[in-house]
Nanobody, 127 residues
Framework: QVQVVESGGGLVEAGGSLRLSCTVS????????MGWFRQAAGKEREGVAC????????YYEDSVKGRFAISRDNAKNTLYLQMNSLQPEDTAMYYC????????????????????WGQGTQVTVSS
């Protein structure tokens, strides 16, 4: 049984930072691409970042490039999202997801290839 558990969300002021973590069990973490997604109230879910199985390549949604960094520790079965220079528009529920593939598809931002999801962690950025 696959378990995906996010943590690290919270309330932060604009300009602040947060680090999200995601621990995964029940699958071959080191063979799976991983992604972070978010869904703001009243909006569709969007891809934030994707990282391939060994961490050598990552992809970002345009609005977070240069502010967010995705990384992974395969020895700990853990995925991270370092979020800096947070803005109110970053407020959303953030989800971690495991891909059924080892690389990020061209459709990763619309969840292409992702099959196992966590329950999410809330990030709220105050202005």
């Amino acid at each position: 049984q696959v378990q995906v558990v996010e943590s690290g969300g919270g309330l932060v002021e604009a300009g602040g930072s947060l680090r999200l973590s995601c621990t995964v069990s029940g699958l071959s973490f080191g063979k799976s691409a991983m992604g972070w997604f978010r869904q703001a109230a009243g909006k569709e879910r969007e891809g934030v970042a994707c990282i391939i199985y060994n961490g050598d390549r990552s992809y970002y949604e345009d609005s977070v490039k240069g502010r967010f960094a995705i990384s992974r520790d395969n020895a700990k079965n853990t995925l991270y999202l370092q979020m800096n220079s947070l803005q109110p528009e970053d407020t959303a529920m953030y989800y971690c997801a495991a891909s059924q593939l080892s690389v990020c598809l061209g459709t990763w931002s619309s969840a292409g290839g992702f099959g196992d999801w966590g329950q999410g962690t809330q990030v709220t950025v105050s202005s």
